[in-house]
């Protein structure tokens, strides 16, 4: 079984500068994929990054980079230049899958953490 | 390319009814998986479906289904409806042809169990 904790439910940031969001996950497999889904209060889940677990190197997506420490699993967030339309919650989740499992399906999040941008 | 779209987008249902909910995945994807969202019990998984097969399931009462068309289209079943039902449903999909594939989710039903 997999388990993601996201232990800050909000969050505060300042226009323009760099805000981090803490994951750790819990899992026994080997292989696994890590995300971050950002959700606006109209409730469509955002897809910002990815990180496998077999990845050298950091993920990094425009001003959204992954600080992947897989000895502590952690897989936290990092939003740089924030900016006020950045406001919401973020969710960190992950797959696992069995060596020759085909399932691609199921992703397990974590609670959540509020982020609020202030001008 | 158009994204995943679900309806309907709001539901409001009273206890012992049954609803059906749509997903059309976003044109190309043979996965498609539905979550159900609440503020107690936060995301969870409901169950995953590829090219018209049941894949995976979470931990949800028989009285949630679903099924998938030919065509990826997907839709879930609540029978019997609870006031725990009571949620917003967000349908994701996926080509699935690899195991970093990201899921692409739409922007849910919301529905509210009298």
């Known amino acids: ?119 | 390319k158009a994204g995943v779209t679900q309806t309907p987008r709001y539901l409001i249902k009273t206890r012992g009814q049954q609803v059906t909910l749509s997903c059309s995945p976003i044109s190309g994807h043979r996965s498609v998986s539905w979550y159900q969202q609440t503020p107690g019990q936060g995301l969870q998984f409901l169950f995953e479906y590829f090219s018209e097969t049941q894949r995976n399931k979470g931990n949800f009462p028989g009285r949630f289904s679903g099924r998938q068309f030919s065509n990826s289209r997907s839709e879930m079943n609540v029978s019997t409806l609870e006031l725990g039902d009571s949620a917003l449903y967000l349908c994701a999909s996926s080509l699935a042809r690899g195991r970093s594939e990201t899921q692409y989710f739409g922007p849910g039903t919301r529905l509210l169990v009298l």
């Open chain 1, 1 to 119: 079984a997999q388990k993601i904790t996201q232990t800050q439910p909000g969050m505060f940031v300042q226009e323009k500068e760099a805000v981090t969001l803490d994951c750790t996950y819990d899992t026994s497999d080997q292989s696994y994929g890590l995300f971050w889904y950002k959700q606006p209060s109209s409730g469509e889940m955002i897809f910002l990054i990815y990180q496998g677990s077999y990845d050298e190197q950091n993920a990094t997506e425009g001003r959204y980079s992954l600080n992947f420490q897989k000895a502590r699993k952690s897989a936290n967030l990092v939003i740089s230049a924030s900016q006020l339309g950045d406001s919401a919650m973020y969710f960190c989740a992950m797959r696992a899958w069995e060596a020759g499992g085909t399932s691609y399906g199921k992703l397990t999040f974590g609670q959540g953490t509020i982020l609020t941008v202030h001008p």
